[in-house]
């Protein structure tokens, strides 16, 4: 995609505590001419934005209707409860859903978290919004359960969290419209939140940078080395054995040289 076919900007949706800061720069760095905009969304509009083509893709929360979007799942979250600080849970490192038993439990409307059973007591009403009843755990009126993105998003002085470990999890996914064909700068974000390098990236990446070429050497002259290797081979080792028995020369070998100390003896007459 190319020339005046090229979109003016990518704009991603994103929902609540989902954090695209590391992915925005790495397609600021990749794709240069093509900003990418930001737009934050609750996770109900989100959907209505990726439907309606206001969001090309979006960072949003499980589950997602896959009769007309598709979704890569990304990462899973830890589920925090938020209390205050001089809370008796905030003595212990984790808890578990049973030690809420005796709290009373909001839960927003907004919540993100899919319950089969809440746990602790119910308040009288539902806070609006995860905003709302954090102002709540602050004036003493119950204890939050959320994903830990959403509890250092809404952090106070004042308040504090610790992992709920059997309570329900969210998951964070990378959403899009389904096509028959993934647009090009969608398929350029999928590969950047899976990790491709640039060259093995789908999308618009440049191209791969040319390879260089391994020189070979040049093959050494038959006679030199061939030559050394048969000298050695044959002759050399015949002519030196030779020469250190009888180095005058001659026709002599290995009588030759037994038969030189009877020629000094004087012969009896």
Known sequence: MTG????????????????????????????????????????????????????????????????????????????????????????????TTADLADEIVLHPLDDTLHWEELPGRPAFERPATTADAIELV?????????????????????LTYRPVTDAPESRVALSWQQEDTTPDLVEEFIGIVRGRTVNSTRGRGGPTPPQPKTKRKPAAAAGGKSGGRTGSASGGKTVGKTGGKNPRGGSGGAKGGKATPKRGKPRSR
């Open 4 to 95: 005046s076919e090229a979109p003016h900007s990518f704009r991603l949706a994103y929902v609540p505590g989902v954090t695209p800061t590391k992915w925005v720069r790495v397609w600021n760095e990749r794709l240069p001419d093509v900003p990418l905009t930001l737009v934050q969304m609750s996770p109900a509009e989100s959907f209505g934005a990726l439907r309606g083509g206001d969001a090309d893709a979006g960072l949003v929360r499980l589950p997602v209707d896959r009769t007309d979007l598709s979704a890569i799942p990304l990462y899973t979250e830890t589920t925090v409860v938020v209390i205050p600080k001089d809370h008796l849970v905030a003595a212990v490192e984790e808890i």
């Open 138 to 158: 602050a004036a003493g009126i119950g204890v939050l359960v959320v994903p830990q993105s959403l509890a250092r998003l809404h952090h106070r002085k004042d």
